[in-house]
């Protein structure tokens, strides 16, 4: 419009027009993916080098090494737990509101399967050997993380643990169909070839005291994360056909027959109740888990419980054993279930179960198995045992760590942060994990394309179940892989979208020689003229106002 043909509430208006400069910092934001992952892997910061390859130059395989190189900077473990994480990255994806999260799970199997493939290995961080050196205490995810943190550090390392091969609940507790053996023994292989050494059937506290290890070596870590099942303390549960979830697991797991007969009784809502669950099916038996509260309460991960309904898992909620009775013999023969009713809620929000009041029924069993939870066994290590649940993991004796389970039950990955922090801790570095300066971006996910998000292929119900050992989930494909690359948004981190640079009349921004994922342009506030489009652009929330 010219300036003549303004009328005269127009001219009013731009009279009373006051410009108020606004001028972009460049700051990376953090992204909420990497907050939720409880191993704090900076997902953004490896996506970027395949997403953005086309700007870098980079060959597809020198953008995949990248990327792995950085994954296993905090896990050494991508494709176990691209594989068995319940990935918490993907629940606050910014991606969700437009159509769907970024599956971040799923990219790290394809690129950890890609690694195992190409038989990358694990990169040293220190040349230099040092003298120290170094006693690990259990196999699990957390020891064998503290285990190639410190080696990569240049630490000599022993592992012990008195199973005769290493991996802790990942080999003894989830079943072989989520994990196949041969990922999990290949992810572990890499952690040895760094020099680590496993002495395996080796039980501290008893074979070996705990004094001997400290005699013999600098810095200790305790992953021994909880092998012991607990019962119920409810009549009939000693005796035949009535075991521990993990016995039972470990087990089957090793490969021993399990006479499980017509009808298994499964009690507990946790993974290891689903895991059992779903074994006692692939064993021929029909199966029920009875737990105690609602069923949108199952602590257990969703798909796990999805995929125990498509083989045919019956499941009771609001229920709890009485009494196991036994015929005359001994044989098992059923249970007495109470009723239960939610009940109050508690102050983490959940319904504490009420019995109601003579309402029971009998239900007809052949075996059961009590899930419920698992302590750590401290025989001979009772000296360490003050040290679980400390806040502090270096307390009282500051050679000596704890991680894991042990501290409490939790997930995969928060063993491998452990493992990984607790070395940190020794070395007197600052934690490789969050950032606390950082803030969370304004992402304006209405500039991204629209793309619809990958789904994991799985083997239907039936294949599973005649096949027990046949994994239930599948890869995904390198085009799949490559198409899902794209849907991140890269929340808070420049992705070189060029629209600052496009738009900006002033000439600020300069696109850099050494330009990469992260940083694509220089910005010179001389030259701003403060209109501030270039942050109306930047979909990333790179771009903030000053
Ligand atoms: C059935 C089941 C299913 C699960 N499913 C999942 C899942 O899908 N996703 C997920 O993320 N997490 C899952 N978890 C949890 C996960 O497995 C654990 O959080 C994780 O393994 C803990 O690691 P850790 O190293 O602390 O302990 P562990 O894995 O328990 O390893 C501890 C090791 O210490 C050894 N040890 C103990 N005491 C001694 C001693 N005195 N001397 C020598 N060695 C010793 C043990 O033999 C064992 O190998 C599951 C757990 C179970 C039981
Ligand atoms: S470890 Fe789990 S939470 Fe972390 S990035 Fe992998 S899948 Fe996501
Ligand atoms: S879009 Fe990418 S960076 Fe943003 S939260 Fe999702 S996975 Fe993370
Ligand atoms: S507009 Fe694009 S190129 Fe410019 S800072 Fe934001 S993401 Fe980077």
């Known amino acids: 419009m010219k300036s003549e043909e303004l009328t005269e509430t127009d001219r009013t208006d731009e009279a009373d027009f006051v410009f108020k400069p606004v001028r972009p910092v460049q ?15 900076n997902i953004r910061d490896w996506i970027a080098p395949i997403a953005q390859r086309e700007h870098t130059g980079a060959s597809l395989r020198e953008a995949y090494e990248e ?3 950085r994954i296993v900077d905090h896990n050494p473990f991508p494709a176990v737990m691209g594989r068995i ?34 038989k990358l290995r694990l990169p040293r961080l220190d040349r230099e050997s040092r003298d120290e050196s170094v006693a690990v205490v259990g196999a699990g995810p957390a020891g064998l993380s503290y285990a190639y943190q410190m080696a990569r ?42 020099g680590v050494e496993l002495c395996l059937g080796v039980r501290i506290g008893t074979d070996l005291s705990l004094e001997e290890l400290k005699a013999d070596h600098q810095l200790l870590f305790l992953g021994l994360g909880t092998q012991q099942g607990r019962l119920m303390n409810i009549p009939g549960e000693n005796g035949a056909s ?19 007969g017509e009808h298994l009784v499964v009690i507990g809502g946790g993974n290891t109740a689903i895991d059992v669950a779903r074994t006692g099916r692939r064993s021929g038996a029909r199966v029920t888990v009875l737990y105690r509260r609602q069923l949108e309460e199952m602590p257990a991960i969703d798909s796990e419980i999805r995929h125990a309904r498509e083989e045919g898992v019956d499941f009771e909620d609001l229920a709890t054993p009485l009494e196991i009775s036994r ?33 029971t029924y009998y239900l007809d069993a052949s075996a059961v198995v009590i899930a419920i939870s698992q302590v750590t066994d401290w025989t001979g290590l009772e000296d360490a045992e003050s040290m679980a649940g400390a806040e502090t993991t270096r307390q009282p ?16 990955s928060q063993a491998i942060a452990e493992g990984r922090k607790c070395a940190e801790q020794a070395r007197g570095e600052p934690p490789n994990s969050l950032l606390a300066d950082k803030t969370l971006p304004t992402v304006k996910v209405d500039h991204y394309a629209g793309a619809d998000s990958v789904n994991l292929t799985e083997a239907l119900p039936d294949e599973r179940l005649l096949s027990p050992d046949l994994e239930t989930s599948h890869t995904i494909s390198e085009n799949e892989f490559l198409a899902e690359v794209q849907r991140c948004l890269s929340c808070g981190s420049c992705l070189g979208c060029y629209q600052c640079w496009m738009y900006c009349n002033a000439g600020s921004f300069t ?31 790179y771009l903030s106002p000053k």
């Not at 700051?27 to 892997?41: F, H, I, K, M, R």
């Not at 918490?88 to 971040?104: A, F, T, W, Y």
């Not at 500051?398 to 995969?412: F, K």
């Not at 940083?519 to 501030?532: I, P, R």
């Open 327 to 359: 015929d005359a013999s001994g044989a098992l023969r059923g249970l007495t279930v109470q009723r239960l009713h939610p009940g109050k809620q508690d102050d983490d929000g959940r319904h504490v179960p009420q019995a109601i009041p003579g309402d």
């Open 397 to 412: 004796d500051s050679r000596l760590t704890l991680g894991g389970d042990v501290l409490r039950l939790g997930i995969a």
């Open 511 to 541: 696109p850099l020689e050494q330009g990469g994922p992260g940083q694509y342009f220089s910005f010179d506030s001389d030259l701003c003229e403060g209109c501030g489009k270039c942050i109306e652009l930047c979909p990333c929330g």
């Open 242 to 260: 009535v075991w521990v979830g993990t016995d039972f697991l470990e087990r089957y797991n090793e490969g021993h027959a399990l006479s499980l």
């Open 27 to 41: 700051s990376e934001g953090q992204a909420p993916c990497q907050l939720n992952c409880p191993c704090s892997t």
């Open 153 to 194: 550090r240049g630490y000599r390392v022993k592992v012990f643990d008195w199973h005769p091969e290493a991996g802790g609940m990942l080999r003894y507790g989830v079943p072989k169909y989520r994990l196949p053996r041969s990922v999990l023994d290949a992810e572990i292989a890499r952690i040895t070839e760094l």
């Open 67 to 69: 990327a792995w190189t």
């Open 85 to 118: 994480c319940p990935h918490p990255c993907e629940s606050g994806c910014n991606r969700i509101g437009k159509d769907g999260n970024v599956s971040v799970s799923a990219l790290e199997r394809f690129l950890g399967d890609w690694a195992l493939e190409q």
